[in-house]
């Protein structure tokens, strides 16, 4: 099981960007769907989580600005950012609760990372 994210770049303060993971493999079933940020010299947060059924959560500091949303079908999640702001700056993760062909235990997959800058 491998997640691809894609869709970081530079990104205008007040801009907006979408981000984009796909989970590709022999995936049985995808429960939890997260972006996490890591930002230069902070912990990684949390920032959105969406449910196999749609239900979202939210950091509060993208709240109102970020919208989380999957495809079951294609087995990708996105990230919609408005009114992106310069602490918006950092590599955005996104994380699977997967179960994977032949392995009966739900386990946290990775994508690698994409940067978003916020800079004018």
């Known amino acids: 099981v491998q997640l691809q994210a894609s869709g970081g770049g530079l990104v205008q303060p007040g801009g907006s960007l979408r981000l984009s993971c796909a989970a590709s493999?022999?995936?049985?079933?995808?429960?939890?769907m997260r972006w996490y940020r890591r930002a230069p010299g902070k912990q990684r947060e949390l920032v959105a989580t969406?449910?196999?059924?749609?239900?979202?959560i939210y950091a509060e500091s993208v709240k109102g600005r970020f919208t989380i949303s999957r495809d079951n079908a294609e087995n990708t999640v996105h990230l919609q950012a408005n009114s992106a702001k310069s602490e918006d700056t950092a590599v955005y993760y996104c994380n699977g609760q997967i179960r994977a062909s032949g392995d009966p235990i739900w386990r946290d997959y990775w994508g690698q990372g994409t940067l978003v800058t916020v800079s004018s």
């Open positions: 969406i449910t196999s059924v749609g239900s979202t």
């Open positions: 493999g022999s995936i049985v079933s995808i429960d939890l």
